[in-house]
């Protein structure tokens, strides 16, 4: 009985504070207004740590490594640990290589939905295109120019079979987070560290 | 209007009619099936097999060049997106993406059962899986290992990427930003297969031409190119060469008729009276052709246009020898037992290769001998109807009058000639004869190269050695491939091969599946493997239920046989290597890396597995194609024999024979010299052009020995029929297809030589 008591109230306590940045603190925000928030980042480089909470395993993988921006469509990832690999994506392509495997792979962005969609809401955004969002998703926004927070389901079927949402979180023209919650159960958050500008 | 024009147009109406109805009837082929025997031999079926396979028909094999590395790779990149987004190709690879071969999901569903064998102490172990699991984990963290991530639950020991590893060639293509290069780098390679329906020729060149526009339309395609080999790249550039050297070839013959027939004979209409026994020849030959073997061979075709070399000369010696009058009917009367006699002679010279046992032979001889009869009787028959009367001839009578002096003086250095030609076959005996396939492919020769490049880039070099394997059915083949394998690996590890690849590596034999499923451990066992191995990671325990039920549905599945899996998706992956022959099935082991080729033979033929047999196709191929020369040589000799025989039927007298028959061995023999000495190997296309060579010059040697009384007549009617076959020939000799070169070559030189030998042993006139 007390032990049910501690696991109702523990998921009431996490339930507010998974909310608290939604209802609590910000308020809905119309779609139309982003693009006065959303204003374009400069290039540049930044760290980041990714958590994957994945259906198969039981505790999460954490990476952690740098990203880099450059307008309109260069983005790289380089992740340092726990398994070196960089992802380049220039255009519509994308070349993952793994240095300690001596592999190199590329395929175009499209083949990949789940990339795709990352990769997507995150040139948008800093672009500052917030408004071709809507190409593929339904936006949903919250908060103001110092904070805010955007919720996109996707529209297609393709998208839409693989990705059942994803939330970015940002301060004016920089991302903070970005997660995405897949239709297998999976989940990924990403955490965007300080950047510095080139 | 005259007469003769209002025939003309008659005439003309109806070739027009005939030569239509027999172009929509034709059926065209220009694979290299032509040489091959009616009555093929097991092993050369293979060969067969090898150069009709239909499957490869249709892949084009691609590069492209020029630029720097970057652009190479990113135009690599968006020109296989285009060509996959037509639709016309059912696969298109490049080396990026991950690409499992269509059919993949069958061998997953089956991948206990088939694949390459296991050992049944390691596949299930708990050391094994816990292995596995912690690869598997370090890959999860990355993007490269989200399609990993689909498959892990139901492959958690990774047996679908040992079945794809097994699929694969032994040797990848290299890999440059992803995509594929050739060997040294400066080419980025693509391979695109067409749909089934792309397979014909006319398709096939439509989708090479939308190709290559395709490719000159994406953005930064300039300053690179796009080659194309593999076998629609082979067609379409050989038609197209064929095309371009039969352009020029028509434009040098339309200059040389339309000088002769206005030049010469001042009769501009001439120009298309010239050529029309010749052409009512050549639709007769595709007509018989066609109804007879319900084909033409491009082959036929390209050697049978070469009537034009003795078709022409008909009306010629028709018009030539109406000098005294003008009247070509007159002539046409005078000349026809000579005309006569001489076509006879040349069908009786084409006659034995129509009863050869090889398709490609047979068809020639047919055309050649319905060509001739058909533009004889027209030249005989109809030429004079439409025209009449001729006033002018060219060659003014004082230059031939002089050619004529000069003719008996040339009779020494020809008799010298058939001894140095005789001496040069003999000095280079050991090559003279073309053993080479390729050579009698009428594909040009850069072609085949950038072919071959291609290739091994892609990792699939021409394959040489290979084992047969022949059974009852599908199974005994398995089973005896099986016992193959232990000597294929003491072989491997003797360094004596480097790889091989057989249908049992994919599709064990029933057998060899129960026997699998008897060692694969219970559910309950493997679930306890499984915990243990589990056990100390950060996988979930009931993260791979779905990789215990498929182990248990593989245990107690109905074993996958031939038939199920050549019917379905996988088909194209299982029968290119195993497959239903009259009277059983036949496997084939392919071999590569092969140290001492005898002792892998030996080795093989020791073990005496039944139904097994090492196979050099190389030496097949030599052989195949040398015992076509052989028998080309043979019925060469049997045409000589036969048209000795035709021509003493005719003359009755042995020294007539033979002073038509001695200059033409003269210039047979000089010619044959003249290749050797030149060191241009002899092929069988050598051998047919000098029958044809044989035919002109007995014509030549008949008119002269017959109507040799008649002075200049003779002498003209000859020289011009002989300039416009040798400038024609010459021309062609300078085609860049193989074929149409040996055959220019031969019959330019061979045919003038006949024409100085004949003049010069003529009778003295008077």
Known sequence: ?198 | MKPEVGRFLVVLAIASVIGGIVASKLDFRADLSFIFPDEVSERTRFLTDRLSDRAAQGTFLMAIEGGDEAGRQELSLRFSRALAGTGSFDRVANGAGVVAPDGFEYLFENRYLIGPSWNPDEEFSTTFMAESLQGSMALLSTSAGQLLRRYLPADPTGRGRAILAALSPAARPASQGGVWVSRDGRRALIVARARAENFDLVRQSALLGEVRQMFEQLPGSDGHELLIAGPPGFAVATRDRIQMDVRILSVVSFLLILLLAWGGFRRPMLLFLLGLPMGIGVLAGLAAVQTVFGFVHGITLAFGACLVGIAIDYPLHVLAHAAPDGDTAKSARAIWPTLRLGAVTSVAAFLPFMLSGFPGLAQIGLFVATGLVAAVLSGRFLFPLLCPTVTHFPLSDRLIERLRRLAPRLRLPLLMLPVAALAALGFRWETVWESDLRALSPVPPDMVALDRDLRSGLGAPDVRYMIAVRGDSAEDVLVRQEELRPLLSRLGEEKNIVSWRMAADLLPSAAEQRRRQGEMPTSEELRNRLADAVAGTAFRSDAFNRFLADVEGARTATPVTFEMMASGDSGDLITPWLSPRPGGFTGIVMLSGLGEPQAVAATIAQAAIPGTEFVDLKNETERLVQSFLDSSVLWLLGSLLVVQLVLYSGLRHVAAVLRVTGPVLIAVTATLGLLAGLGIPISVFHILSLILVAGLGMDYGLFFSRHGGEGAITYRATILCNLTTATVFFVMAFSSIPILHGIGLTVAVGSFLALVASAAFARPVG
């Open chain 1, 1 to 198: 009985m007390k032990n049910s008591l501690v696991a109702i109230s523990g998921i009431i306590i996490s339930l507010v504070i998974a909310f608290s940045s939604l209802a609590g603190e910000q308020k809905p925000l119309s779609p139309d207004r982003l693009p006065e928030i959303i204003t374009g980042a400069p290039d540049h480089h930044a760290e980041f740590s990714e958590e994957r909470r994945l259906l198969l395993l039981t505790e999460p993988v954490r990476l952690r490594g740098t990203l880099l921006f450059r307008k309109p469509d260069r983005f790289e990832k380089h992740t340092i640990s726990p398994q070196q690999e960089d992802l380049v994506v220039d255009g519509d392509w994308v070349t993952v290589s793994l240095p300690d495997r001596n592999t190199e792979m590329r395929f175009n962005m499209a083949d990949d939905p789940l990339l795709y969609g990352l990769l997507f809401s995150l040139r948008s955004i800093m672009n500052g295109e917030p408004g071709r969002l809507a190409e593929i998703f339904e936006v949903e926004a919250w908060g103001d120019g110092n904070a805010w927070t955007m919720r996109l389901k996707p529209d297609g079927q393709e998208l839409a079979q693989r990705i059942q949402a994803i939330r970015v979180t940002g301060e004016t023209h920089w991302i903070r987070t970005i997660e995405l919650w897949e239709t297998s159960g999976d989940y990924l958050i990403m955490t965007i560290g300080s950047e510095v500008t080139e």
